[in-house]
Antibody, heavy 117, light 107 residues
Framework: EVRLVESGGGLVQPGGSLRLSCAAS????????MHWVRQTPGKGLVWVSY????????NYADSVKGRFTISRDNAKNTLYLQMNSLRAEDTAVYYC??????????WGQGTVVTVSS | EIVMTQSPATLSVSPGDRAALSCRAS??????LAWYLQKSGQAPRLLIY???TRATGIPGRFSGSGSGTEFTLTISSLQSEDFAVYYC?????????FGQGTKVEIK
């Protein structure tokens, strides 16, 4: 079964850090670009970041550039999102997503990040 | 950034009826348009990619059309499991952007 499982979400104070992980199984992880997408009731679905299949390239939404870092370990079939200098507006459900260049075909169940004092 | 606008925000439909959802892009995205369905408490699920190609396992009652800036998702005969929120997404240029969603509810 093709599966993505996120972990690492939680409650963090403004200015704090969190690292999200996404464990992939059931497919050749190293063959796919991967993304993080977040969702809030107010702003809906928002793309956050991508990383190429071999990790050679990344990109970020302007809202997180300089604060978030995406990475991957293809030997461990795991995607990461290091989030620093967190703000209240980063509060969201974060999804790990697979990209076969045909839309986002596999989504994890999501992990909740809450930034609040 | 390409802005994706979906209409209507809410669509009230009876089971068995046909539903047509609209998605408009602020500039051309060619056919790099996907549709997703999201049920409450679940992650989005890919329905359509390339504006008109059904994803694996998606039933034939779902169809997509359009290109450039105007797109439509049609559900030919609504089933109980189809009442949910639908999102369009362009993947033609960065940043990839989503519409705000259309909620399809039972009339």
């Amino acid at each position: 079964e093709v599966r993505l499982v996120e972990s690492g979400g939680g409650l963090v104070q403004p200015g704090g850090s969190l690292r999200l992980s996404c464990a992939a199984s059931g497919f050749t992880f190293s063959s796919y670009w991967m993304h993080w997408v977040r969702q809030t009731p107010g702003k809906g679905l928002v793309w956050v970041s991508y990383i190429k299949s071999d990790g050679s390239g990344t990109n970020y939404a302007d809202s997180v550039k300089g604060r978030f870092t995406i990475s991957r370990d293809n030997a461990k079939n795991t995607l990461y999102l290091q989030m620093n200098s967190l703000r209240a507006e980063d509060t969201a459900v974060y999804y790990c997503v697979r990209d076969p260049y045909l839309g986002f075909d596999i989504w994890g169940q999501g992990t909740v990040v809450t930034v609040s004092s | 950034e390409i802005v994706m606008t979906q209409s209507p925000a809410t669509l009230s439909v009876s089971p068995g009826d046909r539903a047509a959802l609209s998605c408009r892009a602020s500039q051309s995205v060619s056919s790099y348009l996907a549709w997703y369905l999201q049920k409450s408490g679940q992650a989005p699920r890919l329905l359509i990619y390339g504006a008109s190609t059904r994803a694996t396992g998606i039933p034939g009652r779902f169809s997509g059309s359009g290109s450039g800036t105007e797109f439509t998702l049609t559900i030919s005969s609504l089933q109980s499991e189809d009442f949910a929120v639908y999102y369009c997404q362009q993947y033609n240029s960065w940043p990839y952007t989503f519409g705000q969603g259309t909620k399809v509810e039972i009339k």
